[in-house]
T-cell receptor, first 112, second 112 residues
């Protein structure tokens, strides 16, 4: 079974803090994605990566950065957290040429 | 830019009734369409994937149809059960690189 894990289920941070969200997949997938999910807005793509050290901006990259130093790990970084970044963050992965996307359980982030 | 809409936003049916969930998209040039299920506070689970050349896909009590020319997909769930209560999301992929545009979802409650 494909497994995508995320480092935390719940996080509470203060405005201005640097926040790291980690995602690990165990299926040797090339493609990895970070989404945020907000009520009424669905999932919106923040960043994605097609290979180690590669990254591409999604639809809403402002205020975020990413790191992919190893194939199995994709990190989302909030350089200076703000209250409007309070959201559910979902990581996903899929293999090149494999359409089905596999999701992690999500991290619910609250920024105070 | 592709826009994906799901109507209604919420639906409540008695157990045993058939469920019909709608998804529409603005750009018919899609690579595939995928239906997901999301339980409260959890990640997404893939239900069905329809390639752009296909008209429908079936898995057990689930059937999804795709009409690219009209920009519509419908997910049918036969003989609904309380365990079908969840949010159902539709997502379209424009190319083979795994980037999806998601609808906001339809929240389904099946009452015993």
């Amino acid at each position: 079974d494909v497994k995508v894990t995320q480092s935390s289920r719940y996080l509470v941070k203060r405005t201005g803090e640097k926040v790291f969200l980690e995602c690990v997949q165990d299926m040797d997938h090339e493609n990895m994605f970070w989404y945020r999910q907000d009520p009424g807005l669905g999932l919106r793509l923040i960043y994605f990566s097609y290979d180690v050290k590669m990254k591409e901006k999604g639809d809403i990259p402002e205020g975020y950065s990413v790191s992919r130093e190893k194939k199995e790990r994709f990190s989302l970084i909030l350089e200076s957290a703000s209250t409007n970044q309070t959201s559910m963050y979902l990581c996903a992965s899929n293999g090149r040429g494999q359409e089905t996307q596999y999701f992690g359980p999500g991290t619910r982030l609250l920024v105070l | 830019k592709q826009e994906v809409t799901q109507i209604p936003a919420a639906l409540s049916v008695p157990e045993g009734e058939n469920l019909v969930l709608n998804c529409s998209f603005t750009d018919s040039a899609i690579y595939n369409l995928q239906w997901f299920r999301q339980d409260p506070g959890k990640g997404l689970t893939s239900l069905l994937l329809i390639q752009s050349s296909q008209r429908e896909q079936t898995s057990g009590r689930l059937n999804a149809s795709l009409d690219k020319s009209s920009g519509r997909s419908t997910l049918y769930i036969a003989a609904s059960q309380p365990g079908d209560s969840a949010t159902y999301l539709c997502a379209v992929e424009a190319d083979s690189w795994g980037k999806f545009q998601f609808g906001a979802g339809t929240q389904v409650v099946v009452t015993p």
